[in-house]
C-alpha cells in the first residue's frame, strides 16, 4: 500500500459565489447549493444518491426490473387467488392481504419474504442476519400502510442493488417517500397503539437512508421514541431488544481525538490483513472479487485522511456499509468457508476504521459486526475447519473495539418522555419526503449527550439486524 499521506495542505477558500438557479430541484433548493438541472436526475442528487425531484416530471424510462420469472409469477398469481400467503415458514399470524396491493407491490413483498425464508432454510434457528426480522416487520406492516412502504423501499433497493435498474431504484425512493410522509403523521399522534410501527419505520427507513441529514435526523427521533416506549416496553413486538430496565449501551460519551498519523497506520496494518487472502481465496472468482472490492475501498481510506465532516465520513462509509447490509445474503447462501472467512474481513475492516469516523462509525458499525464475527468463528469450529486460522484479524478488531467502547450492560432511566414530549424530528433532512407541504420543522440539538443518545438508538437499530444472542455480550 502506498504510503502517500493523504492529508494535504491547502488554502482556506471562501465559498465561491454564483448566480441563483431558478429552475433547480427542491432537493438543492432545501440545502442551499447550486443545482446543474440535469434531467432525470441532477449531479447532486445524483452524487449523495438521494431522490431528485425533477423524477416527478421526467420519469426515468423502462419499467422497474423485479427480477421476475414463471415460478415467481405462477407463486403470485396463487396468492392473489387463494389468498395464501407462499411462505409459511416464516409463520407471519398477521399476513398481508393480496387485493390491497398492486402486482409490483406483491412482488416487492415477495421479494422481500423470499430473502427470509431462503436465508432462514440456510440457517435454521441460527440467522444472524436482519432477514431474520422480516416476519416480525411484516406482521407490523399488515396493519400499518407506511410500515409496508418503509419494508417496500428496502425490498426494491435490494433489487436495485442486483439488477442495477434505475427505475427500480426509483421505485425505492417512491415508497420511502410514503413511508415517511405516514411517518411524520404518526409521530404527530404518538400513543402506545402505533409505537410499534413509528419504531418498525424508523428502524426500517434508517437502513436505507444514503445521505447524513436524514440518518442523522432518524437516529435522534428514534432515540426519542424509544425513550418514550419504556411505559409499555414489555408489550411491544421489541421487547426482545428492550429487556426490562436494560439495554445494551457504550461506556460514557468520549470526545475523539484526531490523529492522523495513527489512523493511516491503523488503514496500513488494515491493507495488510487483507492482501493475506490473496492466495486463500484463489478460484473463487466472486470471493476475490468481494476482496479487490474492499482491498481497493481501504486505499481509498488511505487518501482521504483525515476526514473531518459528519457528511463526509458518512459518504465515504456509504460503500461499505452498503456491502454489509446486502452482500451477506449472497455469500452465506454459498456456505462456503472462503467466503465465511472474507465476509468475517468485511466486518473486522468496519471494526478497525471506526475510530476514523467517530460522528458514524461506532453508531453504526459496532452491533453490526461483532456478532457475526463471533457467530462465523463458531460455526467454523463447528465444522472443524482450518479456516479457523484465518480468522486471527477480525477476531482481534473485535476484541480492539470491544476494549475501545467499554460495552456494558446499562440501568435505563425510568424518567420516559410522554408521547406528548415526542420530538427531536427534523423533516427537512430527508429528500425524499421534500415534496410534502406544511410538514414541522424540529431541529435537535447536538450536544455530546445527544451524540450519546444517538449512538445508543443506533446500537438499537443495529442489534435488530442481527440476534442480540448473537453479540454475546
Keep these: 500500500m ?3 499521506s493523504g492529508s494535504r495542505d491547502h488554502p482556506v477558500q471562501s465559498r465561491r459565489s454564483h448566480t441563483k438557479s431558478r429552475n433547480g430541484c427542491k432537493t ?8 446543474d438541472e440535469t434531467v432525470p436526475q441532477c449531479r447532486n442528487c445524483t452524487k449523495h444518491n438521494v431522490r431528485c425531484d ?7 424510462e423502462g419499467h422497474p426490473d ?4 414463471p415460478q415467481i409469477q405462477r407463486e403470485l398469481d396463487t396468492w392473489r387467488e387463494t389468498g395464501v400467503y407462499p411462505f409459511p415458514s416464516l409463520e407471519l399470524g398477521n399476513q398481508p392481504i393480496p387485493s390491497r396491493y398492486s402486482q409490483t407491490d406483491l412482488r416487492l413483498i415477495h ?3 423470499s430473502i427470509a425464508a431462503q436465508m432462514q ?6 440467522s444472524a442476519l436482519w432477514t431474520k426480522r422480516v416476519p416480525m416487520f411484516l406482521r407490523i406492516a399488515s396493519r400499518h400502510d407506511f410500515v409496508m412502504n418503509s419494508l417496500l423501499g428496502l425490498s426494491a433497493s435490494h433489487l436495485s442493488w442486483l439488477t442495477a435498474s434505475p427505475a427500480t431504484l426509483q421505485l425505492a425512493y417512491q415508497h420511502r417517500g410514503f413511508a415517511f410522509q405516514g411517518l411524520q403523521e404518526s409521530i404527530g399522534n404518538f400513543s402506545k397503539e402505533n409505537s410499534d410501527a413509528v419504531l418498525a419505520a424508523s428502524i426500517l427507513l434508517s437502513w436505507q437512508v444514503t445521505d447524513w441529514p436524514s440518518w442523522a435526523s432518524l437516529l435522534q427521533g428514534t432515540a426519542t421514541v424509544i425513550d418514550a416506549m419504556q411505559p409499555w416496553k414489555h408489550e411491544s413486538e421489541f421487547a426482545g431488544f428492550m429487556a426490562e430496565k436494560e439495554i445494551f449501551s457504550r461506556g460514557p460519551f468520549r470526545q475523539q481525538i484526531v490523529d492522523p498519523t ?8 488494515v491493507y495488510h490483513a487483507l492482501t493475506t487472502l490473496y492466495d486463500y481465496l484463489d478460484g473463487h472468482d466472486q470471493a476475490r472479487k468481494g476482496l479487490e472490492d474492499l482491498i481497493n475501498f481501504v486505499q481509498g481510506l488511505h487518501e482521504h485522511i483525515p476526514v473531518h465532516s459528519g457528511e463526509a465520513q458518512f459518504e465515504l462509509l456509504h460503500p461499505l456499509r452498503t456491502w454489509l447490509f446486502f452482500l451477506p445474503i449472497d455469500f ?16 473486522g475492516v468496519a471494526l478497525a476504521v471506526e475510530p476514523l469516523f467517530p460522528a458514524v462509525g461506532a453508531a453504526y458499525f459496532g452491533t453490526m459486526s461483532v456478532g457475526p464475527i463471533e457467530q462465523i468463528q463458531r460455526t467454523l469450529i463447528k465444522k472443524s475447519s482450518s479456516a479457523i486460522n484465518l480468522m486471527a484479524f477480525p477476531l482481534e478488531m473485535v476484541k480492539h473495539f470491544r476494549e475501545r467502547m467499554d460495552w456494558r450492560r446499562a440501568h435505563v432511566s425510568s424518567d420516559a418522555r410522554t408521547p406528548q414530549q415526542l420530538e427531536g424530528w427534523n423533516w427537512d433532512a430527508f429528500p425524499e419526503y421534500a415534496m410534502v407541504e406544511g410538514h414541522p420543522q424540529v431541529i435537535p440539538t447536538s450536544t455530546a449527550q445527544d451524540a450519546h443518545s444517538s449512538a445508543s438508538a443506533c446500537d438499537f437499530i443495529a442489534s435488530a439486524m442481527w440476534r442480540g444472542e448473537a453479540l454475546g455480550f
Design 332 to 347: 452465506l447462501r454459498a456456505k462456503d468457508d472462503r467466503v465465511m472467512v472474507l465476509l468475517a474481513h468485511f466486518y
Design 28 to 35: 438543492c433548493k432545501k440545502r442551499h447549493i447550486r443545482c
Design 66 to 69: 423485479l427480477a421476475m420469472d
Design 262 to 269: 495513527r489512523d493511516r497506520h491503523v488503514v496500513s496494518h
Design 54 to 60: 425533477y423524477m416527478d416530471g421526467n420519469m426515468v
Design 2 to 4: 502506498s504510503s502517500t
Design 121 to 126: 432454510a440456510a440457517e435454521p434457528g441460527n
Design 111 to 113: 421479494h422481500i419474504s
